[in-house]
DNA sequence: TATGGATGGAACGGATCCGTCTCGACCACA
DNA sequence: TGTGGTCGAGACGGATCCGTTCCATCCATA
């Protein structure tokens, strides 16, 4: 965005010209409009460039194709799912982890992108890596939740964390992204009493 | 498949000519595989024909465009999940329900065809009669579920019937369809714990 | 058995996309 | 002020797809 610096592109020799970092984010930009249209199986590299208005020269020079130029795209945007500092419970770490997947499920390109990502590793493999990334960050929010009540005393040491993992997000996506509702705050309350009783359940009489 | 019976296409005047059981099944088959292997919205109808052993036109003769023929296709399988009895405690139906659910998310099919088709409802609309149709027997399950634990006493009236409905799949959907790992029947019985104390946990104390 | 009519398969023109390549313009450094 | 590399733009040949049209075949009726 400000002051362009020296790319990595530019070395040795002597000479200039520096690949233009606006230009690059212009295309990271179309990119994920394009891939919210009509989906990464539909995505037209031609289209990303017009788009972006640049040749689809600028797109190969940079990238050797879709799946890497869609990778390097979702590494720019970081997926920063803030750490949230220890709410003093299990219930309050859950609401509060409810509420950052919800402002983040609210976001119209990840509402688009992210089920077409699920539905894009369902049938090919080579979107993993980047799924797995999408993954981690939330898994490794999620963990801290578990873990911090492990520590409290409120769940037992021996709980299955697998399991506990999947009640964490699950309800919140299959409600927002699933079947598209919306979650009004006077909501997010009981979605929280459920989950802490679910994952507090996995520990109790097997 | 057996004899060829007398199609709605024969009428009044004289003639003959009937449209083929056999390619119009053919023709199913063909879109599913093809549906399962490039999406929705990378459906190629001309490859869908070739597939098939047919010509585009048996397909345009039969139906004005991809997305109606997607429809009745999916029409045509019925989407079945047959009703399974009472088990005597809600505990016991859910874990039947996730079982049933279990079954259908092991389709090869089903797991390529319906994260697609959550994807292409998140950015055209135009999917949503087919989703809304792909849910409405899950959820009729579900909710006969929720009843009998009500007519049962395990549960209050005043439950908060839609989201125990996400309750009662989500956790299901999420390990095998998101996370897409498998669900050995040791772990069944965990998340049919989890989910029951989730549900029952959204009656007790606002 | 003769016949009318829809059938299935193939070919059509138009459109889009891919990945490469070639331009003149431009800019940052030496 | 040179000079080398990137810039946007566009053309390319080949491939694929769309939706329609053509044509020989086959079938149920008369």
Redesign the pocket.
């Known amino acids: 965005m400000e002051r362009?610096r020296?790319d990595q592109?530019?070395r040795a020799?002597?000479?200039?010209?520096?690949?233009?970092v606006e230009?690059?984010e212009a295309l990271y930009r179309a990119l994920f409009a394009e891939w919210a249209e009509h989906g990464f199986s539909a995505?037209?590299?031609?289209?990303v460039a017009a788009r972006a208005?640049?040749?689809?020269?600028?797109i190969?020079?940079?990238w050797p194709?879709?799946l890497q130029f869609a990778d390097e795209a979702i590494n720019t945007i970081a997926l920063r799912m803030a750490a949230f500092e220890d709410k003093g419970s299990l219930e309050a770490d859950v609401r509060a982890f409810h509420r950052r997947l919800r402002s983040v499920f609210r976001h119209p390109l990840v509402r688009r992108i992210l089920p077409d990502i699920y539905a894009e590793v369902a049938r090919s493999e080579a979107m993993e890596a980047i799924s797995e990334r999408v993954a981690q960050t939330r898994r490794d929010e999620a963990a801290k939740v578990i873990e911090r009540a492990i520590a409290r005393g409120e769940l037992p040491g021996a709980l299955d964390r697998e399991i506990a993992l999947d009640f964490l997000p699950c309800s919140i996506y299959w409600r927002m992204m699933v079947t598209r509702r919306s979650l009004p705050d006077a909501q997010l309350d009981l979605y929280a009493q459920g989950t802490t009783a679910a994952i507090k359940a996995l520990a109790s009489a097997p």
């Open positions: 362009k020296s592109k530019t020799p002597s000479g200039a010209a520096v690949q233009s230009l690059t995505l037209s590299l031609e289209r208005g640049a040749g689809k020269a600028a190969y020079r940079r194709g879709k």
